[in-house]
């Protein structure tokens, strides 16, 4: 966190320091930013994995952002088409998820994703249960979800 914290205030000294406060301005700050902390990281504890990171949330955003476009997708899809392919139905989905903070943006990925909703999580916190709207393959969704939480996980360790 604190590496990002370091960017983003070099970012913002490179666009108040530049007299440009346009948004292309500020991302060219911030490119600047993490090429500094990456040189520092050898001598700078706080940043130990910092550059790191930022390629795994970069890809998350690419690969969560291309999933929600399929479901969206699917679901337009099947909004628009006549007869409904829909086969809703839950599932009972074992979790790698351990922490509160991780079980906690595991479900609410799966809930922003249309077609998908997190109902529950069992009492000892192994189980996520999730309502789907489309249940015709149930391995292929059990595979997309861990997918899901697989990445999301890495950006945590």
Known sequence: MTGAIWNLLLALAWVVL???????????????????????????EA??????????????????????????????FDILTPPWHMQPGVIAMPLKARTELEITMVANLISLTPGTLSLDVSDDRKVLYIHAMFLDDEEELRR??????RRALELFR
């Open 18 to 44: 530049g007299g440009d406060f346009s948004g292309v301005n500020l991302v060219v700050g911030l490119v600047f930013g993490y090429i500094t902390l990456v040189l520092l990281e050898p001598q700078v």
């Open 47 to 76: 940043l130990k994995g910092y550059p790191a990171r930022v390629p795994r949330i970069i890809r998350f955003i690419g690969f969560f952002i291309k999933e929600l476009v399929q479901a969206n997708l699917r679901v337009a």
């Open 144 to 149: 997309n979800l861990e997918e899901m939480e």
